[in-house]
């Protein structure tokens, strides 16, 4: 997974802050324009036949980064979205 924050503050501060580790996981990507409601219905049916094809499940949560949203552009034509899907082996 890919994080993007700006940390301000000083470390042995008041605003103090710490970083973890956590566990690795593996996930899928997927890069889209046009918005969800123009093309989330056949992202969803390629991603699906991806893990069908690859011997993978989901297993946690849905992440949306937004590249270009509403905030930047109004015409949803323009809108580029990632959804990225938290992924585990399935057996074999």
Same mark, same amino acid.
Do not use: C, Q
């Given at each position: 997974?890919? $994080? ?5 503050? %000083?470390?042995? =501060? ?6 973890? &580790?956590?566990?690795? #996981? ?13 093309n989330g219905h056949a992202v969803?049916?390629? $991603? ?5 094809? %690859?011997?993978? =499940? ?6 949306? &980064?937004?590249?270009? #949203? ?23």
């Amino acid at each position: 997974m890919e $994080l993007h924050i700006e940390v301000t503050g %000083n470390p042995d =501060g008041e605003n103090a802050y710490r970083v973890i &580790t956590t566990l690795a #996981s593996h996930a899928v990507t997927v890069t889209f324009d046009g918005g969800d409601r123009k093309n989330g219905h056949a992202v969803r049916r390629a $991603l699906a036949r991806w893990l069908e094809v %690859n011997g993978y =499940g989901l297993d946690g949560t849905m992440f949306n &980064t937004p590249h270009l #949203s509403k905030l930047d552009e109004s015409d949803p034509e323009h809108w580029v979205n990632e959804w990225g899907f938290e992924l585990i082996k399935k057996r074999s």
